[in-house]
Nanobody, 126 residues
């Protein structure tokens, strides 16, 4: 059964940086699709960044391109989201997710991540 130990999150000033970590157990991230999602108050959950397994591509929401970076450390079975130049509109609960399917395409709405971590709150405010 998938679970993840969340690290990072909290309060940061606009323009600051945070790194979210998801230390996974119960699943190997190495060959899986991985992604980060967020849900702001009163809004629907949205995709932030995702790595597909069908072609290995990395995708970012337009709102975070150039500021956020997704990565993983296979030796530590951990996925990361580095967030730079944070803005108040980045305030949200952030979720990590993964899916073992080898044909997972993050750009295709048919594909929904199978395994989800619990969210961690990121607040960007002065």
């Amino acid at each position: 059964r998938f679970s993840c130990r969340r690290l990072g999150g909290g309060l940061v000033q606009p323009g600051g940086s945070l790194r979210l970590s998801c230390v996974a157990s119960g699943l190997t991230l190495r060959y899986a699709a991985i992604g980060w999602f967020r849900q702001a108050p009163g809004r629907e959950r949205e995709g932030v960044s995702c790595i597909s397994t069908n072609d290995g591509s990395t995708n970012y929401a337009d709102s975070v391109k150039g500021r956020f970076s997704i990565s993983r450390d296979d030796a530590k079975n951990t996925m990361y989201l580095q967030m730079n130049s944070l803005k108040p509109e980045d305030t949200a609960v952030y979720f990590c997710a993964t899916d073992p399917r080898h044909d997972f395409d993050c750009r295709d709405p048919y594909y929904i991540m199978k395994h989800w971590g619990k969210g961690t709150l990121v607040t960007v405010s002065s």
